[in-house]
């Protein structure tokens, strides 16, 4: 039953993505009522998801694979709708609907809604480290976003191909501050996720600790690239993206390890 | 009751006759002091200069065009043609779109509002505007303020110089406090290092071959020259870089600016080329972090601006049609009400001025 709001999300988010690309054929960009509220109702049903499976369960509800992905996609718009306004991001809603649409087509068409094992305790140490954990790949997920956007806004001014739509896209250094800033809120959330996971007094798999220290080292490594000015603002748009992805990766990874095992 | 206008702009008279014509709010003012119309007002600037007015009787565009005429000197000859008259409901139409930017040069520009709505609070405090031209200038007004929220009818830049800044402020952010190094002293660069200047680009250098011409150019802007030797060492940390030499080959080469610009990590540099032939080569704009624009880029942009511009014509004309229609439509409904309360002067007068029936 819950799923439905979970449908109902992601069918305002695809929304939000043909309204946007139907701009973008008709060469017309006019901001951006639509998109926020889309957006906002999207968020408001996956909060309404979230709040009803966390009563079923008892818990928070990260507890599989399709959990996990509205959570994060839930995440990423907490994240959006958080700083969209406040640093004026033209067009990043833009750029976020499809990402979050994505994430939840995947959830709603792979058989990952599993069973829940009723003798699950709920260990409140684990549930932080898991939901500040996922708050954490939101804000990877709109650094990611804003590197996208630089490196479309960088393209277009070396190749002096301004598109009518992205004329709209915010300076070059408007958008280095706010990816530079996500990268920032984003490591230090997950700072605390994986100082929290070894608080949980649970034997953690091996190789899930190495995963989420990986993670953790390269966004590390381009935090110092950037302030040690060994990378240009193009580089780091660049590795925002490829870490984003490379974390998604190994979150779909150690989600699906661990529920294959419990399922053994 | 004839409403009117009677006029000419930037395509019935060139600029000495226009000029001609400029600047006599008081000629305007005496049609109404002199009876010959009830309501009157002048809009005069750098392109046109028309008369609005209301008058019980029918008058000729001779008689307006006297008192237009009237400090122009008797020995200057003037062209009947270069003026044009609109009357009732084409004379509304007219001025929305003379508001809205549709009628102007550079279609789109906004000054014109700004422009119209000082020609009609000039008038209202001479007390030659009346309640005719009140209600035709505040409806121009809300159809201009729809032309410009619903259609792209103002966007993008349309000249070199502000397709530059736009440029600068893609790439920069806040343009305050950028350094600006002029390389050649000639019009067009001057013209764009003013557009920069006026965002906030104050620390101006200017290099030229002739150093009188850049200390001249520089003292302008608040800025120094540059010896025109050593300019080049300026790019280690100027933001941009305005070029309109006279020089036969490009002099900036990839070669010299890569060891310049080599230790700028978060420091782009936007490269403006004016000059033609170019002054720098072309794969300079392969550098990372260097933007390089020649004048065939921008006024490919500026052209571009201008190709949606005039694309939005067609949607701003359809706004100003409909306003127009509802605008009878509405007096319409006044007169008819007016007429049967039987309680207002000055509906019929509306009415006729517009030649509206209540039918």
């Known amino acids: 039953m ?59 509800p ?55 094992p009723p003798q699950l305790t709920v260990n409140r140490w684990l549930e932080f480290h898991a939901s500040i954990s996922m708050i954490a790949y939101g804000a990877f997920a709109l650094a990611c976003v804003a590197g996208a956007m630089y490196l479309v806004q960088e393209r277009q001014l070396k190749t002096h191909q301004l598109h009518k739509v992205f004329s709209n896209l915010p300076p070059l250094p408007n958008l280095f501050s706010a990816m530079t800033r996500l990268l920032w809120l984003g490591f230090g959330l997950y700072t605390a996720g994986l100082a929290s996971g070894f608080l949980t007094g649970e034997p953690l798999p091996h190789l899930k600790i190495v995963l989420a220290v990986a993670i953790w080292v390269i966004y590390g490594v381009i935090l110092v690239a950037r302030y040690a000015r060994a990378a240009t603002p193009k580089r780091v748009a660049a590795f925002s993206i490829f870490a984003f992805t490379a974390a998604v990766t190994l979150l779909w990874s150690i989600e699906f390890t661990a529920q294959r095992s419990l399922h053994r | 009751m004839n409403l009117f206008c009677v006029g000419l702009n930037h395509r019935t008279a060139n600029v000495e006759t226009r000029e001609l014509f400029a600047g006599h709010a008081e000629s305007a003012h005496e049609l109404k002091e002199r009876g010959v119309c009830s309501e009157v007002l002048l809009l005069a600037t750098c392109n046109r200069v028309e008369i609005y007015g209301a008058a019980s009787d029918e008058i000729a565009t001779d008689s307006i065009v006297r008192s237009l005429r009237g400090n122009v000197a008797a020995d200057e000859a003037i062209d009947g043609d270069i003026f044009y008259r609109h009357d009732g409901l084409a004379c509304t139409e007219h001025l929305f779109r003379v508001a809205a930017g549709l009628d102007s040069m550079v279609v789109g520009e906004t000054e014109i509002l700004g422009q119209t709505k000082q020609a009609y609070e000039r008038a209202r405090q001479m007390g030659s505007a009346g309640p005719i031209l009140h209600r035709v200038f505040q409806r121009a007004f809300r159809v201009a303020k729809q032309v410009r929220s619903r259609t792209d009818i103002t966007r993008g830049s349309v000249s070199v110089g502000s ?77 941009i870089l305005i070029s309109s030499t006279s020089a036969d080959d490009p002099f900036l080469t990839q070669e010299i600016l890569s060891p310049l610009v080599a230790h700028r990590i978060n420091q782009p540099l936007f490269i403006i080329d004016i000059a033609v032939p170019r002054d720098v080569a072309p794969d300079v704009n392969e550098l990372d972090g260097v933007y390089l624009y020649d004048i065939d880029s921008l006024q490919a942009i500026a052209e571009q601006s201008l190709a949606l511009r005039r694309q939005a014509v067609a949607q701003g004309e359809a706004i100003v049609a409909e306003h127009v229609a509802a605008f009878r439509d509405e007096l319409a409904r006044f007169i008819s009400r007016g007429f049967s309360e039987g309680n207002c002067r000055e509906k019929p007068a509306i009415a006729a001025s517009l030649r509206v029936s209540e039918s």
Request: proline share 2%; hydrophobic share 50%.
């Open chain 1, 62 to 116: 990260i507890t599989n694979l399709f959990e996990v992905l509205v959570f994060l996609a839930w995440s990423i718009a907490l994240i959006y709708l958080a700083i969209g306004p406040t640093y004026r991001l033209s067009l990043m809603g833009a750029f976020t609907a499809p990402l979050v649409f994505a994430v939840q087509s995947v959830a709603l068409m792979l058989p990952i809604d599993s069973a829940h």
């Open chain 1, 2 to 60: 819950d799923r439905w709001f979970v449908i109902l999300a992601t069918l305002c988010y695809f929304a939000a993505l043909l309204r946007t690309i139907w701009l973008i054929r008709a060469d017309t960009y006019r901001q951006l009522g639509f998109n926020a509220v889309a957006m906002a109702s999207g968020f408001a049903f996956q909060t309404a998801f979230l709040t009803m499976r966390g009563h079923a369960i008892g818990r928070c």
């Open chain 2, 163 to 239: 397709v530059a800044v736009d440029l600068a402020e893609k790439i920069f952010g806040d343009l305050r406090g950028r350094k600006v190094l002029l390389v050649g002293a000639g019009d067009m660069s001057e013209k764009t290092a003013r557009a920069l200047h006026s965002r906030g680009c104050t620390e101006l250098r200017v290099t030229n071959r002739s150093a009188d011409r850049a200390t001249e150019l520089a003292a302008q802007f608040g800025g120094r020259a540059v010896s025109f030797e050593q300019w080049t060492t300026e790019c280690r940390d100027i933001d």
